[in-house]
C-alpha cells in the first residue's frame, strides 16, 4: 500500500469484522482523494444492491473490488462511469460532485453537459468487448477522441499508436475486431479507454468472458499499465492473485456492504470476518 496510505485508530468496539462498517483509511491532510463515495446506496425497485458505502480512492490507487456475485461491486462501477445513479448519496470526483452540479450557489441535478464532462475523467473497461465491428481497429480506438475530445484525425491516431503499442497490439492497426482472438479485442477495449487520458480506469472483470488460455495475456496488460502508478485503478474481479499481485489495497464487500478491507497481505493472510474466511476458502 502506498506510505501515505494508513490505518486510523479506532476503539475495539467499532473494529469488530463483518458489520458492515467502512474501515477508515486516511492519508495526510495534503492529499485529497480522487474519488470519494459517500453514503451510498443504490435500488433496483425492491431490491436494495448498495445499502450504504463510503469509499474514497486516492490518486494513483489500485484498489480491488473482491465479493460473491450480487454484492454492488459491478454498481460501484457503473455509478462512476454515469451509468447508474445512486439512489442516495454522493460521488465527487477530484472533489467536484458527479451527479450534482452548481448553480447559482446551490447544488442541483447535474445536466448532461456536466456529466460528459465528469464522465471525461474516467474510463472503463467491461467484461464484454464493444467494439464496432465494422471499423478497423485504429478507427475503433480513435472515435472517441475525435468526437469527444476533438482531437484531429492525425492527433487521434498518434494517441491511438501509442496506446496499442503499449497493449501490444500496433501491428493490429488496420484489421477488424473478427479477425481477432478474444484477449485481442480486450486489449483494444484497454486501447480505446486509455487514449482518452482518464483520471480513473475501471476495470470490470474483464476476463470473465475469455477463454482460460487468454486470460494471462490480458492481465499482464492491466499490471503493466498499473504498474507506471499514473491512474487510480478501481479493479473489480473474481482474480484473487491478480489481486494480490497488483493492488494497493483490497476491498471485500457482501450483501451491499464493504465487510471488510485492507493490503493483500492483510486480506489474504489474515481474513477476520467469517464472511471473507469463507469466500476466500473457494479461491485459495
Given at each position: 500500500m502506498n506510505a501515505q496510505l494508513e490505518r486510523s485508530i479506532m476503539p475495539e468496539e467499532e473494529k469488530?469484522?463483518?458489520?458492515?462498517?467502512?474501515?477508515?483509511l486516511t492519508r495526510t491532510s495534503q492529499t485529497n482523494p480522487m474519488v470519494r463515495y459517500q453514503s451510498i446506496q443504490k435500488s433496483f425497485g425492491d431490491l436494495q444492491v448498495i445499502k450504504g458505502i463510503d469509499l474514497d480512492i486516492f490518486p494513483g490507487e489500485k484498489i480491488a473490488l473482491i465479493g460473491p456475485?450480487?454484492?454492488?461491486?459491478?454498481?460501484?462501477?457503473?455509478?462512476?462511469?454515469?451509468?447508474?445513479?445512486?439512489?442516495?448519496g454522493t460521488i465527487t470526483i477530484e472533489d467536484e460532485?458527479?451527479?450534482?452540479?452548481?448553480?447559482?450557489?446551490?447544488?442541483v441535478r447535474a445536466n448532461e453537459k456536466h456529466l460528459r464532462k465528469m464522465r471525461?475523467?474516467?474510463?472503463?473497461?467491461?467484461?464484454?468487448?464493444?467494439?464496432?465491428?465494422?471499423?478497423?481497429?485504429?478507427?475503433?480506438?480513435?472515435?472517441?477522441?475525435?468526437s469527444v475530445l476533438g482531437l484531429s484525425k492525425e492527433e487521434a491516431e498518434d494517441r491511438a499508436v501509442m496506446m496499442l503499442r503499449k497493449v501490444g497490439l500496433e501491428q493490429k492497426l488496420h484489421v477488424y475486431p473478427s479477425q481477432l482472438s478474444g484477449g485481442q479485442k480486450q486489449r483494444v477495449a484497454i486501447a480505446r479507454a486509455l487514449v482518452m487520458q482518464p483520471k480513473v480506469m475501471v476495470f470490470d472483470e474483464?476476463?470473465?468472458?475469455?477463454d482460460p488460455e487468454l486470460v494471462g495475456e490480458v492481465l499482464s496488460v492491466i499490471k503493466e499499465i498499473a504498474l507506471e502508478g499514473q491512474m487510480a485503478m478501481m479493479l473489480i474481479t473474481h482474480e484473487m492473485e491478480f489481486a494480490r499481485e497488483v493492488?494497493?489495497?483490497v476491498i471485500f464487500g457482501a450483501e451491499g456492504l464493504i465487510v471488510e478491507q485492507g493490503t493483500p497481505e492483510e486480506l489474504f493472510r489474515n481474513p477476520k470476518s467469517e464472511r471473507l474466511q469463507?469466500?476466500?476458502?473457494?479461491f485459495l
Open positions: 469488530s469484522p463483518g458489520d458492515g462498517r467502512l474501515i477508515e456475485s450480487g454484492s454492488g461491486k459491478t454498481t460501484l462501477g457503473r455509478m462512476l462511469m454515469t451509468l447508474e445513479e445512486p439512489s442516495s460532485p458527479l451527479w450534482q452540479m452548481e448553480l447559482k450557489g446551490k447544488l471525461g475523467k474516467v474510463g472503463m473497461v467491461f467484461q464484454h468487448f464493444n467494439l464496432f465491428p465494422h471499423l478497423t481497429v485504429l478507427c475503433n480506438v480513435t472515435m472517441a477522441p475525435r474483464v476476463t470473465s468472458a475469455l493492488a494497493d489495497r469463507a469466500f476466500l476458502q473457494r
